[in-house]
């Protein structure tokens, strides 16, 4: 039985090998070209009959890709609620900015009157040895609010352009009276002018605007509007220039021109002036009154301040005292 068990079948000669039947060599004879060299792990197709078989690609060191935009993204934009955050955050940076400018101006105000001893006079500005000082205290810087002080110096420029017209229309009066002798009444009212309307100008309606910006007097924004309407009107009349009125205006540098052309030529130029100033009052009126409606004053305000005034006005309470005693005086005599 062992020697049945170590023999090999295939190695007797008298059997065939099974790989050359001959169904198995017809098949493998019909197989396609190329089958026999078909190795799955190498190439994905066998290679044709009479064709080289391909070499393998060269490997390339390659680098993972990197996506790029082919647009910018969109801009950040903020919504609604953000923009009115930011905008709420500067108003209020605004407003504190303001008032550590006021809290400024009057710490600078206190030390300027601790330094000097009390408020002295400063305008106009006049020579020491002058025999006539000061009349008034001013200090826009120092006085003024931060958001006034800008308005408050262009109508004080104003004043001073309003004076040099007065001057400039003294001057070409002079030259008009001097190529016209009947020109004289015009000379002397220009003189007058001059000498009331530049010291009024600024006491009427200049230092009741300082004062009004200063202090936010409802009473003295209402005393300014009152007196500079009637300064603009007296302005448009300077600026028409009726002949005896002391005006170089327009008409009467015309009717100067057909005397004089030089002396035309200055009166023209004296009304462009006078037209000038008009236009800027009028411009610098709407102005104020704009800034007096947002500082919250009022007719009722104007009037308790003007009762208040007089009220704690010593020559009135002394008035009002005498004309007390003197009428119970009156009556509990009557009574006797």
Not at 122 to 127: A, D, S, T, Y
Not at 308 to 322: C, D, F, I, L, R
């Amino acid at each position: 039985m062992s020697g049945g068990f170590d023999s090999n079948p295939f190695a007797d000669p008298e059997i065939s090998n099974p790989f050359q039947d001959p169904s198995v060599t017809q098949v493998r004879q019909a197989a396609p070209p190329g089958l026999e060299e078909y190795n799955p792990f190498t190439d994905g197709k066998p290679t044709p009959g009479g064709v080289a078989p391909k070499t393998a690609a060269p490997t390339l060191n390659t680098q993972p890709a990197i996506m790029k935009p082919t647009e910018e993204p969109p801009a950040y934009s903020q919504s609604q609620e953000q923009s009115g955050a930011a905008a709420e955050l500067l108003r209020r940076q605004e407003e504190l900015e303001r008032k550590a400018a006021e809290l400024d101006r009057r710490e600078r105000e206190m030390q300027s009157l601790s330094a000097s001893g009390g408020r002295k006079n400063n305008w106009p500005p006049l020579p020491e040895k002058f025999p006539v000082g000061p009349c008034f205290y001013q200090d826009i810087t120092v006085d003024i609010p931060v958001e006034f002080q800008k308005t408050l110096k262009i109508m004080y420029y104003l004043w001073m352009f309003h004076t040099g017209t007065l001057l400039a229309n003294l001057v070409g009066c002079l030259a008009w009276f001097c190529v016209d002798t009947s020109r004289g009444v015009d000379f002397g009212l220009s003189i007058l002018w001059f000498l009331l309307f530049t010291p009024c100008s600024f006491v009427c309606w200049y230092r009741p605007l300082y004062g009004a910006f200063r202090s936010d007097s409802s009473f003295k924004f209402f005393a300014f509007f009152f007196v500079y309407i009637c300064q603009f009107g007296v302005y448009v009349l300077q600026c028409i220039g009726i002949a005896g009125w002391g005006a170089s205006g327009w008409i009467s540098a015309l009717t100067g021109l057909n005397r004089s052309v030089p002396v035309g030529i200055i009166m023209i130029l004296i009304a462009a002036l006078f037209t000038s100033l008009a236009v800027m009052s009028l411009i610098m009126f709407k102005k104020v009154h704009g800034m007096y409606r947002t500082t919250g004053a009022s007719f009722e305000k104007a009037q308790q301040e003007f009762a208040t005034g007089v009220m704690s006005n010593k020559t009135v309470q002394t008035a009002a005292a005498n004309a007390t005693t003197r009428a119970a005086q009156g009556a509990f005599k009557e009574q006797i």
